[in-house]
Structure formats: C-alpha cells, structure tokens
C-alpha cells in the first residue's frame, strides 16, 4: 500500500477538520432548534418529521451522490441555511403572513417548513434533486400541511406564479446560472423582493431593475456572509 504524501495528509487534515467544525455546528444549531422552536408542538413534528427521513442518508451524501452522477466539477455543493439565522433574515427583510415566498435551491426543504409554520406565509421550495424534493413532499403530506409545496424542477424552466418573495441562498451557482436566473426575475413585478446570500444582483448586471435596500451580515455553518434585500423597481 503506497504511503500518503504530506500534501494528501494536510488535505485530509484539512478536510476533516472542516467536517468536525460543520459537525459541532450543526450540533449546536439542532440545540437552539429544539430550544427556541419545538415548545410549539405543530412545529416539533414537522421538523422531526423531516429529519428522519434522513436517519441513515444524510443530505451531504445525497447532493454528493447526485452531483457525481451529473459529472458536476463541485460534488460539495450543498448548504443549508440555519434556522435561527433563517428567523433573523425574515425579521430584517419583513417577512409577512400575507406573502408568497419561493425558495430557490431549498434543499430538503427545512427553511421553508419553518417559513410556514413560523411567519404564516406560503412557501414554496423549489429543488432540482429529486430526492430532497420527493422526501420534503411525503412530509407536508402526511401531516397534511397547507400552503406549502415542493417542485422539482430547473430554476430556469420554473414559472414562479404569484411570488412576492425569492430566497435565493444560491452561493454555489454558477455565474452564467445566476445571470440567466436575474433576466428571469425581471420578469417579476415591480416591489417583488429577493433576499440573496454572498452577492447582491447587481454584481452580474449592468441593468437597475433591483435595487438594494438592505445589506446585513448573518452566521451560516461555513462562516459568516453578507445577506441582500433587493427590491424590483
């Protein structure tokens, strides 16, 4: 068996110290969860609900697993955001009961039950692995949930019908992706909002369709980022 180079033990050095740092975190975040948002009852059985789906196949494997199958350049391309921070982001940029907010990327979906339960509004997660997208579903329909839905689908293919709100935590996305997702939400209507995470749009346009009216910065599980409300003109 071939000894391993310095460079491969720094790598994997690296690397595993990254995994017990993101594992400590999220053990961190799963205890303010419990604390802060399973007093409510309604809420500690879709969230538990959801998490033991994935018991025994953790949501970093599935992206991986799908990513590879893809032939993706980046297999890691996976995040999600906390929900304390998801709490702190809606509060800042107003979230209301009276909204329509598609998520854009929403993983398994976590973030958008919370949005449901927790602001009133509904929620809509758009997802391209299948999987997060067919699991999230049997949950809001075994708990027979309403104003929630989950759609498979490419972003760009999407028809985004109604929205008030995008959440686009799309730190991962190409910039030719992301270019093509912004003529896309020009279609919108003007006073649409988009929360984006790392970059506001105006750094892959030229136009002034969306226009900044907040910039804060949150902790996410790989680190701290500067989070963007834009408005569409």
């Known amino acids: 068996m071939p000894s391993l180079s310095k460079a491969h033990l720094k790598e994997y050095a690296g690397l595993f110290?990254?995994?017990l740092t993101t594992q400590f975190k999220n053990l961190e975040d799963f205890l303010k969860v419990f604390w802060r948002y399973y007093r409510r009852w309604s809420y500690a059985k879709v969230d538990g609900s959801l998490l033991l789906t994935y018991l025994f196949d953790n949501p970093f494997t599935i992206s991986k697993r799908f990513l590879m199958k893809k032939g993706a350049k980046d297999v890691y391309a996976y995040g999600e955001t906390p929900l304390t921070t998801m709490e702190r982001i809606a509060k800042?940029?107003?979230l209301k009961s009276s909204d329509t907010v598609y998520e854009?990327?929403?993983g398994r979906g976590r973030t958008c039950f919370w949005m449901r339960e927790f602001i009133g509004c509904?929620?809509?997660g758009v997802?391209?692995?299948p999987e997060f997208a067919d699991?999230?579903?049997?949950?809001?329909?075994?708990?027979k949930l309403d104003r929630i839905e989950f759609r498979q689908e490419d972003l760009l293919q999407s028809i985004f019908d109604g929205a008030t709100v995008f959440y686009l935590y799309g730190t991962c996305y190409d910039n030719a992706f992301i270019k093509q997702l912004i003529e896309k939400l020009k279609r919108c209507p003007s006073g649409t909002k988009v929360i984006s995470v790392s970059y506001p749009l105006s750094d892959y346009t030229d136009s002034q369709d969306f226009e900044v009216m907040k910039r804060f910065s949150e902790e996410f599980t790989w680190g701290t980022a500067e989070v963007y409300?834009?408005?569409r003109r």
Not at 135 to 143: P, Y
């Open 17 to 19: 110290w990254i995994n």
């Open 92 to 94: 800042e940029c107003g």
């Open 104 to 106: 854009l990327g929403c």
């Open 122 to 124: 509904k929620v809509i």
């Open 127 to 129: 997802e391209y692995i």
């Open 135 to 143: 699991r999230a579903k049997r949950v809001a329909s075994k708990l």
């Open 229 to 231: 409300l834009q408005v």
